[in-house]
């Protein structure tokens, strides 16, 4: 059940729950957080709900506001009992008991503990038709092994408070969850996502048992656009799928996939630090990709994980608009797995690359292993070049503008590309410009590769042009 959570003042309740009343499943009342808690107050609230109803009266232990002892909550409870609440919200441990339906809560505010069985099986001994596990996420895989204990556990609603817990409340139906919280405008706990998201980037009444799980991997995650592009064209194409950013470091890779294999993923997205590191956790990699080192596409294939590379063919597919690369020169700054799929790319094209990295003998590898040449950083000014590439994080996420480079290490009218899509124009590309140069957002990148993606995952692109313009008109800052 889709319930919103109704809190504040009179009129604010009121007018959420008529908003409530034709988009969710249920609605519940946070009495201790609403200002008018008497029974004549919450009697109109009642009154005006057509949906089930939920009764919470949560005091501070367990994250709420109400000022009475154990003995005055239970008093409340049945004061408001007679206005028939469909279910009464109490915790596992509270040292009372209801009559009606009710749901036994868990709460834990610091993290998600190792023993999620054993804590259900304490909760169980308090009668209820519905266990709620609320846990904080301290991590994404906190919040996948919630997600797969509900998927085992069918009288079970777990949920991750925390902004790595976010992918809990989206991902709730297709796991079986009972309820799922969200609010309308203010949450009432850390992590909740807002009913408007839930519908129009996640299309959440879609969402059941059979939908397909799509992600993007990697840190940091919150400036990518993937979840925008990715719903779009599910919704679009009538594919039942759903795309979420997971916030994953290369030290949680390991449980990642264990995990990774108790719940219905079909593909992922991957990008920095983790293209390098993915591969070993691989059923078959392509053979290109096994020669970049570098994979940013993970492909379900027969209850096996395939791995790609889209990176360079998207880098280079914008690229070559302004020119091909056959014969010239491309410099590109950054060693990492991005760099490594565009200098794969660019060498196949009949490119001639040459590497600049911070640290020469990291850029000196890549450039040995494409049979390019590399140079400093210093001596960038002194490389010539028809095309220049920037694949470094540097400059993400800053509307100020950061480049690793002055302006005069760039050339007159140069042709460069910048992977960034947030900001959209960044410093590098600023300064490009000044010299008369022509630039590539990394939005044309971004959009040949995530067409890339789609057609790895079989996802139908009917019209490549509009596909485009959807990702061109996005607010890229």
């Known amino acids: 059940m889709l319930t919103v959570s109704i809190q504040g003042n009179f009129d604010q309740a009121r007018e959420e729950i008529h908003l409530a009343n034709r988009v969710a499943d249920c609605i519940e009342f946070r009495i201790d957080l609403m200002e008018k808690q008497d029974g004549a107050h919450l009697s109109k609230l009642r009154s005006s709900a057509k949906v089930p109803v939920i009764f919470t009266i949560r005091n501070k232990e367990h994250g709420g506001k109400f000022e009475g002892n154990e003995k005055e909550r239970e008093e409340k409870f049945l004061e408001l009992l007679p206005l028939k609440p469909d279910y009464i919200d109490i915790e596992w441990d509270a040292p009372f008991t209801l009559d009606g339906k009710v749901i036994v809560s868990y709460h834990n505010f610091k993290e998600t503990p190792e023993h999620l069985d054993k804590i259900l099986e304490k909760m169980r001994m308090k009668r209820g038709v519905i266990y709620k596990l609320a846990t904080y996420a301290n991590s994404s895989i ?20 925390g902004e790595k817990g976010e992918i809990t409340r989206i991902l709730a139906p297709i796991v079986g969850a009972p309820l799922i919280y969200t609010h309308l405008g203010k949450e009432t706990a850390i992590g909740q996502v807002s009913l408007p998201h839930l519908q129009s980037l996640y299309h959440f009444k879609r969402l059941n048992r059979s939908t397909k799980i799509y992600a993007l991997i990697g840190d940091p995650v919150k400036y990518s656009v993937g979840h925008l592009v990715h719903n779009h064209q599910f919704q679009k194409e009538k ?26 993923f079909e593909g992922i997205s991957v990008t920095m630090p983790l293209k390098e590191k993915v591969g070993i956790y691989l059923d078959l990699i392509d053979p290109d990709a096994e020669k970049m080192g570098a994979i940013n596409t993970l492909v379900k294939k027969g209850g096996k994980w395939f791995g790609l590379n889209t990176d360079g063919k998207g880098a280079l597919n914008a690229l070559e608009k302004e020119g091909k690369v056959q014969g010239k020169i491309v410099l590109i700054l950054g060693a990492g797995g991005a760099a490594r799929g565009v200098a794969f790319e660019a060498v196949r094209r009949g490119g001639k690359v040459v590497i600049a990295n911070r640290t020469y003998e990291k850029g000196k590898r890549l450039a040995d292993k494409v049979g390019g040449s590399a140079v400093s950083f210093e001596a960038i000014d002194t490389c010539p070049y028809d095309f220049i ?89």
């Open 142 to 161: 906190d919040a996948l092994r919630i997600l797969s204990f509900v998927k085992e556990n069918n009288d079970v609603a777990g949920m991750c408070m």
């Open 239 to 264: 594919v039942d799928g759903v795309y979420v950013k997971i916030p994953l470091g290369d030290s949680e890779l390991s449980p990642f996939f264990h995990l990774l294999r108790t719940l219905p």
């Open 389 to 477: 590439i920037n694949t470094t994080s540097v400059g993400l996420g800053d509307p100020v503008g950061k480049t690793s480079l002055s302006s005069a290490m760039i050339r007159q009218k140069s042709v460069a590309l910048d992977l960034i899509i947030h900001p959209k124009k960044t410093r590098f590309l600023d300064l490009v410009l000044e010299k008369g140069g022509k630039v590539i957002y990394g939005s044309e990148m971004f959009a040949h590769q995530a067409l890339g993606q789609l057609r790895a995952w079989n996802i139908p692109v009917t019209s490549e042009r509009e596909f485009f313009s959807f990702i061109e008109a996005l607010p890229f800052c």
